[in-house]
């Protein structure tokens, strides 16, 4: 949430940390309500992806 600096999403678990039954695996903060509704939505119906060890593109000397 970079424009919304009250926004942000904590994961309690770390890649390969067991998860217990009832344990949380993340807490989604939002400065409004509704924004707060939006986010529970989409990660209540997206599916989870992982970035590790690709650089899309690279910035060098003021160019992409």
């Given at each position: 949430a970079?424009?919304?600096k009250?926004?942000?999403?904590?994961v309690h678990?770390?890649?390969?940390?067991v998860?217990?039954?009832?344990e949380?695996?993340?807490t989604?903060?939002a400065?409004k309500?509704?924004k707060?509704?939006?986010a529970i939505?989409?990660?209540?119906?997206?599916?989870a992806?992982?970035?590790?060890?690709?650089?899309?593109?690279r910035?060098?000397m003021?160019?992409w």
């Amino acid at each position: 949430a970079p424009k919304d600096k009250g926004a942000g999403v904590y994961v309690h678990k770390k890649r390969g940390e067991v998860v217990k039954a009832g344990e949380p695996l993340l807490t989604i903060y939002a400065e409004k309500e509704w924004k707060l509704d939006n986010a529970i939505e989409v990660a209540n119906t997206k599916q989870a992806f992982e970035i590790s060890g690709v650089i899309i593109e690279r910035y060098t000397m003021g160019r992409w």
